[in-house]
């Protein structure tokens, strides 16, 4: 008699096309236990990181801010002036920022620029050619899996609206985000100021300490200490685990070491050598 019923249901579930809607059976509520005061739910959270634009922008800003003007001051600080450092230093900090600034600025208005052309050759496309358009809808579609006759319904709703239907090819066939309002201006804040906030940090003990060799020893244990809990922090937020986190604090403070020691032997070379 269950079995029965069971075909009966799959039987009132067939929709047009052949697709079949499982409808199950209502089944009896569990019988409450003393002290339930009614049915709880668990509601599911979503535990993706959100990793977009904003992040990648303060990521890179500050891992350059960290590196750049750090190596720059330790290779000045081989001149033994705090003075020759901190002028140099704050000149390729502001420098340095606006570059980074207007970089990410460009960037975005290009990303943009590139979406909205794609865009208008796609709404194009749809006016002149589409049952072309509409066989790469299938084809995208069943590349999940589902049969051609599953994803019918589907696509024959997505065609009545134009705009979704463009939106969908956007999406799904040239894979290409929708550029955020404003987002140009965002980003190029957000880059800049990390570059500097970055770039300010190392720089802090030569303010401080007039002697410049001291205050490089002083800017390596501030530096590689930011740059190792910054290195953890950047891998933990993507998700990965605590090892892992920590083989990228340890590789972020081997770039930033890499870095200094190559600027500081450089210019140390140079000041040895014979030219003026």
């Known amino acids: 008699m269950d079995a029965n019923r069971h075909g009966n249901d799959i039987e009132a579930g067939l929709g047009r096309g052949g697709v079949v809607v499982l409808v199950p059976s209502p089944t009896p509520a569990p019988a409450r236990s003393s002290g339930q005061t009614g049915m709880r739910t668990t509601k599911l959270k979503e535990r993706h990181k959100m990793n977009g634009g904003l992040l990648r922008d303060f990521i890179i800003g ?5 590196t750049v003007p750090f190596a720059l001051t330790a290779g000045l600080s081989s001149l033994g002036s705090s003075k020759l450092v901190v002028t ?4 390729e900090l502001f420098s340095g920022a606006i570059s980074m600034g207007l970089g990410a600025y460009l960037a975005t208005i290009t990303d943009k620029q590139h979406y909205d052309t794609e865009r208008v050759r796609e709404k194009k496309e749809l006016q002149e050619c589409p049952d072309e358009e509409t066989e790469e809808i299938y084809q995208i579609l069943c590349a999940y899996g589902p049969e051609r006759d599953v994803v019918a319904p589907f696509v024959d709703g997505l065609k009545k609206d134009p705009e979704q239907w463009i939106q969908f090819m956007m999406d799904f066939e040239l894979k290409l985000q929708r550029p955020v309002r404003g987002g140009a201006y965002i980003s190029s804040a957000t880059m ?18 007039r002697h410049a060799t001291t205050a490089l020893f002083v800017s390596i244990g501030i530096t590689a200490l930011i740059l190792m809990v910054f290195g953890y922090l950047k891998c933990a937020y993507a998700g990965c685990r605590p090892t892992q986190s920590v083989i990228g604090a340890v590789q972020t403070l081997c770039v930033g070491a890499v870095a200094a020691g190559a600027s500081y032997g450089i210019v140390r070379a140079v000041n040895s050598s014979d030219i003026t």
């Open 62 to 66: 500050f891992a350059d801010g960290l």
């Open 192 to 209: 800049g100021i990390a570059y500097f906030v970055g770039g300010l940090l190392p720089m802090i003990p030569y303010f401080a300490i």
């Open 88 to 91: 140099g230093g704050l000149a």
